[in-house]
Every structure is written in structure tokens, then in C-alpha cells.
């Protein structure tokens, strides 16, 4: 469930501007779509928003993550030249927005079907267990934020969860436990799967193909 998104809240700040860099990543954006078409840049400019927040929440004391504040969508509309519900109406849409402050480090963990059969159940309580938080909530230190989503994709390597932009599969209660240390000290953990597994194929081992993956130095 993602936290509501409050126009008005005492967390908006009243001003957003693109950094000098990210400035000219938006004339990139701008340019890859034809002229007329500028709108469809709207969702490249959010995540582009977000990450320059979640840079500069990073370095504060607590650190926040990466969200998407009123203002900053305002001024995304206005580059733009589209009314700003529209850009509200995009971000509260696609789960990959955050629409109110979260932690430096979001939690979130798959619990859709191929994940629960393969105990997601548990990470999920190792999760709120160890970080003393439940689902939706931020540690009080501003480190993590941990939420429930849906399929992210990574089923054959379940369970799994992304913090951020990495996942983090094949894991356990002790190896959930083990990212989230790594995590709190600043430290970055291995992403991927926990049990040393290449990309998706069977943990033994490739099946098929053994050649090819020897080539490739896969295995």
C-alpha cells in the first residue's frame, strides 16, 4: 500500500528546482520525443525528480529517500506545459513514485504468490522483527522504510525483496537479516541472489547450454 499523498502536509516543501546537471538531462529527455509530444517526458522527469531528492535527503540528518514532492511536480507540469493534476495523476499511478518522504533505504517486499510459497512470509517478519518497524513505516533513524508490493518480477529467484534499485533474492530470515546490517552501516551488501546462484539458472548449475555459459565465464 503506498502512503497517501498529502497536497498540503507539513513535509511538502514550498519550492523545487532541477540541479544545473539534471537540467540538462531534462533537455535529453525533452529531445528524445517529437515536438508536440513533450508531455510524454513526464514519467523519465519524475523518476529524475526523485532520485535528485533522495541524493540530496541523503546528506541530511535523518537522511531521507527518494520521493516526489507537490512542488517538484508542479514544476515538471509547468516545463512541460500540462495541467499539474495530470502529473499527480501519473505519479500516484505507477508504484515505482513515492509520493511522501521514506527512508535512505526502501524495503520493499514481494509477497506475491511465487514469493509466499517460497516463504515470504517469514522475510516479512525478519524484516519487521529486525528494523522494528511494521509495513508502511520508517525507523527512526530515517534508514529504512518498509513496504509490501506486488510481483516484481524475480520469481524464479524467490524470495526476494528491492531496496532500491537492487534486489536481493533468494533469501532467508538470516541472509534478510545480513542485507539490512550491511545496510544500516553504510556497507554495500551483494545484490542478487543470496545463495551465490548466476542470474536465474538452476543452483546446481546451467542445464543446458554448458559450453556456452563456460564461454560467457558463468560457471
Not at 5 to 29: C, G, R
Not at 50 to 62: C, F, H, L
Not at 178 to 190: F, I, R, T
Request: charged share 25%.
Amino acid at each position: 500500500m503506498k502512503k497517501p499523498f498529502e497536497l498540503h502536509a507539513d513535509y511538502q516543501p514550498e519550492s523545487f528546482e532541477f540541479t544545473k546537471a539534471n537540467k540538462k538531462k531534462v533537455e535529453k529527455i525533452i529531445a528524445l520525443y517529437p515536438k508536440g509530444r513533450q508531455q510524454s517526458a513526464v514519467m523519465p522527469m519524475l523518476d529524475l525528480a526523485q532520485r535528485q531528492v533522495g541524493e540530496e535527503g541523503a546528506k541530511m540528518d535523518p537522511p531521507v529517500g527518494g520521493w516526489i514532492p507537490r512542488a517538484a511536480m508542479d514544476t515538471i507540469a509547468q516545463m512541460l506545459g500540462m495541467p499539474n493534476i495530470k502529473v499527480y495523476e501519473v505519479a500516484s499511478f505507477y508504484s515505482m513514485y513515492n509520493m511522501a518522504p521514506v527512508g535512505k533505504h526502501l524495503v520493499q517486499v514481494c509477497t506475491t504468490t511465487p514469493c509466499w510459497l517460497n516463504g515470504s512470509d517469514d522475510i516479512v517478519k525478519s524484516c519487521k522483527s529486525h528494523l522494528g518497524i511494521g509495513m508502511n513505516e520508517t525507523t527512526k533513524d530515517g534508514k529504512f522504510t518498509l513496504m509490501e508490493v506486488e510481483c516484481l518480477g524475480a520469481c524464479v529467484n524467490a524470495p526476494m525483496v528491492q531496496i532500491n534499485d537492487d534486489y536481493y533474492e533468494d533469501l532467508t530470515p538470516e541472509t534478510m537479516k545480513e542485507v539490512l546490517d550491511l545496510l544500516g552501516e553504510d556497507m554495500k551488501p551483494e545484490v542478487g541472489s543470496q545463495k551465490g546462484r548466476k542470474a536465474s539458472m538452476a543452483l546446481s548449475g546451467p542445464t543446458t547450454l554448458k559450453e556456452t555459459a563456460k564461454k560467457a565465464k558463468v560457471i
